[in-house]
């Protein structure tokens, strides 16, 4: 059965931390993994990512991919209380590219 | 661009009735159209994947005969929740695709919170 794992489900951190947010899958047909960022409504799009090892940065925010490991991790770097959302980790499948969602990591940044 | 529209974006209903969910993609035309399910605190959970023109493909464990997936144009899909139930207050989201494209990235609508009394 395919599945997507994030850890850690919630964490709590100060303004100006650095976090790190863990993806890991175990699918049959992998097309790419992407992260979502979702506040109060739909999830907004950060990043994809098919090809290991290779950084995809955006202000703050960065995220890697390790085909070999099958995972992904988030990078937030001095965090803000606007960065306060539940993080989504999906992998789309190369059938019909259907996207299969973890739990999702909810980060809460205190002032 | 790439705007994801849902109508209406709240709904309570009681049990017993049906209830429509829009879906529309404002500025391109979605082959695919994707909806989802997300109960308090959990992920989002594929219900079912529709292209253009097509019956809807439901995955395991989706009544089918429960809810109806309509997408009879290239801007707008429907989901209809039959004979709606406490049990299926949720909060229901799009998204919307166009596979013509070299890098077709889903876009989400903003979601539909369903509750049945």
């Known amino acids: 059965e395919d599945k997507v794992v994030q850890s850690p489900l919630s964490l709590v951190v100060h303004e100006g931390d650095t976090v790190t947010l863990n993806c890991s899958y175990e699918?049959?047909?992998?097309?790419?993994l992407l992260w979502y960022k979702q506040e109060k409504k739909a999830p907004t799009f950060l990043f994809m990512l098919?090809?290991?090892?290779i950084e995809k940065k955006s202000g703050r925010l960065s995220s890697i991919l390790d085909k070999k490991e099958l995972f992904s991790i988030l990078n937030i770097t001095a965090t803000q209380t606007g960065d306060s959302a539940v993080y989504l980790c999906a992998v789309e499948l190369g059938s019909q590219g259907n996207l299969i969602f973890g739990k999702g990591t909810k980060l809460s940044v205190k002032p | 661009g790439a705007v994801v529209s849902q109508h209406p974006s709240w709904v309570i209903c009681k049990s017993g009735t049906s209830v429509k969910i829009e879906c529309r993609s404002l500025d391109f035309q979605a082959t695919t159209m994707f909806w989802y399910r997300q109960f308090p605190k959990q992920s989002l959970m594929l219900m079912a994947t529709s292209n253009e023109g097509s019956k809807a493909t439901y995955e395991q464990g989706v009544e089918k005969d429960k809810f109806l997936i309509n997408h009879a144009s290239l801007t707008l899909s429907t989901l209809t929740v039959t004979s709606a139930h406490p049990e299926d207050s949720s909060f229901y989201i799009c998204?919307?695709?166009?596979?013509?494209?070299?890098?077709?990235?889903?876009?989400f609508g903003p979601g539909t919170r369903l509750t049945v009394l």
């Open positions: 098919t090809s290991s090892g």
């Open positions: 699918v049959t047909n992998f097309r790419s």
């Open positions: 998204s919307a695709r166009d596979d013509r494209l070299p890098y077709n990235e889903q876009f």
